[in-house]
């Protein structure tokens, strides 16, 4: 898997430096860079940079309206995290563009399971209450607890 991520990094990289990107791992490795919970609300578009130079760089984004006072706020975490990243000053600030973006789906772990010694302490705890709708949600509050 690896060398198909290297082999995919050396196809992409040409494509991508025609659309202002300068390598392809910017958007391959954007999680990377910035996080899985910024990633999951915000995607680089490209870099413009001036005077055909390859330092102090646009950093075009594409975000919600929703999530953009936030990314605006963050900007200078964002711009030292890429920075650091390419390892010298490739970009000076962002450029927040909004769309409507749907959040992606980040890959989560699977729930945990509730062991039976828990479910049995639950039911001890509930095992005195009378009313059958504040007993089953007593009981989900403990499953809902014990999940975490």
Not at 60 to 67: D, E, L, N, Q
Request: net charge positive.
């Amino acid at each position: 898997m690896k060398n198909f991520n290297n082999l995919l990094k050396k196809i992409a990289t040409p494509i991508c430096q025609q659309y202002g990107f300068v390598a392809a791992t910017v958007l391959m490795d954007w999680h990377l860079i910035v996080g899985e919970k910024f990633s999951a609300l915000c995607q680089p578009e490209k870099i413009a940079f001036p005077n055909q130079k390859r330092n102090n760089g646009l950093l075009y984004i594409s975000t919600s309206s929703a999530f953009a006072p936030e990314l605006s706020y963050l900007e200078a975490m964002i711009v030292d995290k890429v920075n650091k990243y390419f390892g010298y000053n490739a970009v000076q600030r962002l450029i927040i563009r909004h769309k409507n973006m749907a959040p992606r789906v980040t890959k989560s772990q699977a729930p945990k399971q509730v062991c039976a010694a828990d479910v049995v302490l639950i039911e001890e705890y509930i095992q005195d209450i009378e009313n059958p709708e504040l007993k089953t949600a007593l009981r989900n509050l403990g499953l809902g607890i014990f999940k975490k």
